[in-house]
């Protein structure tokens, strides 16, 4: 489907996606079916794109094409995947937690059982998937350095020095040797790109951005600034190696350190400009739910995410032999 339908366009395939949106109940009432993707079509697309996070534009591309083409049979073993997903977690939520929804790529903070915090969020690729894991918020750390890690440094760093020595010092990365010292980028050895430590220094372009928050677990994962903030005006957001990535994290710091006296913007932003690592304890018990939820109702409708680790049908089977 490579076109785009828009409102009042005259387009054939008009009374199918007629046909499909009664078939769902996003439209009712009687229609006369014909190819002109009038008003009505038009407010029953936006609502079906509101259910299926799309965005609501009423205009009918792939994603939309892609949504409305689901079968019955598909979207009943997805609602059964993820009620067996349910199945999986405890009955009792923390009094005070983060919950993190990887499909919807969206971060809520729920505190006694009011949702105080919503942020968009960037996840992991499908090829670095964001690990769906329950754990407890420990440490804000203010101005991190960054140490690029394993995949990166294969994937990312060698290929870019290989081509331009000054890649990481352009990127405000320092190369250490095993005993510490740092190396002069000329003096790098390419054959041994694994017996180097490699450090960006903090700021407001470090990869992790101005904070990360951290959690015991064994992904090697946290919560983190970015240093590419226009991310989060993408409506696809599984865009990371692996890490949670969160809109506006400051203001996040200072909601969750919940601590005016000693951590108030002011106080915040003039640590923010020292550009000195400082690491912070969370008092306040915070769960952290990272979850992974592609089917729900709300008031009484169904919802739907796509599939973004392609998670879904492989449940189903699962649960099925």
């Given amino acids: ?11 054939p395939s008009v009374i199918t996606i007629k046909k499909r949106l009664f078939y769902w109940n996003d439209m009712s009432g009687k229609d006369s079916l014909t190819s002109i993707y009038d008003k009505k079509t038009f407010e029953s697309v936006k609502k079906f794109q509101t259910r299926h996070g799309l965005i609501a534009d009423g205009i009918i591309g792939a994603g939309t094409i892609h949504a409305l083409n689901f079968s019955k049979t598909k979207r009943k073993q997805q609602i059964i995947a993820n009620l067996e997903r349910w199945r999986w977690y405890p009955n009792e939520f923390s009094e005070n937690y983060f919950i993190v ?3 919807n790529y969206s971060l809520n903070v729920v505190e006694n059982k009011d949702t105080t915090v919503v ?6 690729t499908n090829k670095r998937k964001t690990p769906i894991l329950t754990s407890t918020l420990k440490t804000i750390v203010f101005n991190p350095t960054w140490t690029v890690p394993p995949t990166i440094l294969k994937e990312d760093v060698v290929p870019a020095m290989k081509r331009n020595r000054n890649y990481l010092r352009n990127k405000n990365i320092t190369i250490y040797n095993a005993s510490g010292n740092v190396v002069d980028p000329s003096d790098w050895n390419e054959n041994k790109p694994r017996s180097y430590r490699y450090v960006q220094s903090p700021g ?3 990869s992790l951005g101005l904070m990360k928050i951290m959690f015991p677990n064994n992904y090697s994962v946290y919560l983190h600034d970015t240093n590419h903030r226009n991310y989060f005006e993408k409506h696809n957001r599984s865009l990371s190696s692996g890490c949670v990535r969160v809109e506006n994290p400051l203001e996040l710091a200072q909601h969750i350190l919940s601590d005016s006296k000693n951590w108030s913007k002011e106080k915040i932003d003039a640590l923010i400009e020292t550009k000195k690592t400082t690491s912070i304890r969370i008092t306040k018990k915070y769960t952290l739910y990272q979850w992974y939820w592609t089917a729900w109702s709300e008031k009484n409708e169904l919802i739907f995410r796509y599939d973004v680790y392609e998670l879904d049908a492989d449940l189903y089977t699962k649960l099925r032999n």
Avoid: S
């Avoid at 942020?119 to 992991?124: D, L, P, T, Y």
């Fill in 1 to 11: 489907f490579k076109e785009k339908i828009t409102l009042n366009d005259n387009n």
């Fill in 119 to 124: 942020r968009k969020i960037v996840v992991g």
């Fill in 101 to 103: 929804n990887i499909p």
């Fill in 204 to 206: 407001y372009n470090n």
